[in-house]
């Protein structure tokens, strides 16, 4: 085999080699093609009664899952109270707080 034969053939064998590694990273999920999801967002900043938020996590598969926060209806002794269910990010992961607004909730948020 002459050296261009030999050069040719290296090349060839390192654009194999990164095909390769491309492919099995695409198939495990190391890479998808978008840009990265952050693990935890809330749209209204935190524990935020007066303002409507929506906190968004990723889920399986890199799947964004929405939970929105919402008024409730609670027992206190004998009164029913309308309070709101807050979501909000704890690190990465959702959690939620229960929360009597003093006014009331409407539409996700207290008055």
Not at 29 to 47: E, F, Q, R
């Amino acid at each position: 085999m002459n050296k261009k034969g030999s050069i040719a053939l290296v090349i060839l064998g390192i654009i194999a080699v990164i095909a390769l590694v491309g492919m099995i990273l695409l198939f495990t999920g190391k890479i998808t093609g978008n840009a990265a999801i952050p693990p935890c967002t809330d749209s209204d900043g935190g524990l935020n009664y007066p303002v409507r938020g929506i906190v968004t996590v990723v889920g399986d598969y890199g799947v964004p899952v929405k939970f929105i926060d919402q008024c409730e209806r609670a027992m206190s002794g004998v009164a029913k109270v309308y309070g709101l269910s807050e979501n909000y990010c704890a690190g990465s992961k959702r959690n939620f707080a229960y929360y009597t607004c003093p006014r009331g909730c409407l539409n996700g948020a207290c008055i």
